[in-house]
């Protein structure tokens, strides 16, 4: 069955989605923490995992630095909580992404590979032993890929590889997207809560809904005391 993580950096988005009981991680990247002001990043980190015991991705951020730096930067986040914290790291053209995968792999340490836009770009995320590939499908889509293909045939690869890296299926825009990605096979599809907040209403569901209530209050008065 696919999972549900939610992509969002906001306590009080996680807390009000968490009753659902339909979300088993959190993605975060720079982007999404840019929209969070004012907040200290390792609290916020913390107190994400105090509302929901559960892998949290955090991405690498010392891109400019050494790799000594990135490697000492992932090995801090993933300090702070082994168990859950999940180092994100992304595909840079020139394989940095790869050698810092495959070197925290050897530690033990949590990662995803991410911006991964090609099936090459999974294939070689998993083999780098990333514990999961993030495929960003409507930016595939916005790159004139065909996101479906992308996910399907990873999916495939993997699986006939008996590689354990999980796919996330990240960049989602709408509901329809979440139920493309998960028939395409994505094992986890990280859903913003403007989306997922979206996803149990349909027009004739409300409708139906109401029909039943009137069915029920007219039986109800009809009935004897
Ligand atoms: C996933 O891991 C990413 O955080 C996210 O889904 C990227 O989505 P965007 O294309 O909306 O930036």
Redesign the pocket.
């Known amino acids: 069955m696919v999972e549900f993580f939610i992509?969002t950096a906001s306590i009080a988005e996680i807390k009000n989605v968490l009753p659902f009981g339909v979300i088993s991680g959190v993605?975060?990247?720079q982007?999404?923490f840019s929209c969070e002001k004012g907040i200290n990043f390792k609290d916020r980190v913390q107190e994400i995992l105090s509302v929901i015991d559960a892998p949290l991705?955090i991405e690498v951020t010392k891109t400019n630095e050494s790799d000594e730096a990135l490697v000492a930067e992932a090995k801090e986040y993933s300090s702070w909580s082994p168990k859950n914290i999940v180092i994100?790291i992304p595909m840079w053209a020139n394989g940095r992404g790869l050698v810092l995968a495959s070197k925290l792999h050897k530690e033990k340490i949590k990662t995803?590979v991410?911006c991964l836009m090609t099936t090459n770009q999974v294939v070689l995320a998993a083999l780098s032993g990333a514990t999961y590939a993030?495929i960003?499908?409507?930016?595939v889509r916005d790159a004139g890929g065909d996101p479906v293909k992308v996910v399907q045939d990873s999916k495939r690869i993997i699986e006939e590889s008996g590689s354990k890296t999980k796919i996330?299926v990240?960049?989602?825009?709408k509901p329809e997207d979440v139920a493309e990605a998960a028939a395409a096979g994505a094992h986890i599809i990280?859903i913003?809560p403007k989306v997922l907040l979206q996803m149990p209403f349909h027009q004739k569901t409300e409708d139906t809904i109401k029909e039943f209530d009137q069915a029920w209050l007219e039986f109800k008065a009809s009935c004897k005391e």
């Open positions: 992509d993605t975060t990247n982007k999404i991705s994100k995803n991410t993030s960003f499908y409507c930016r996330i990240g960049s989602i825009r990280t913003t």
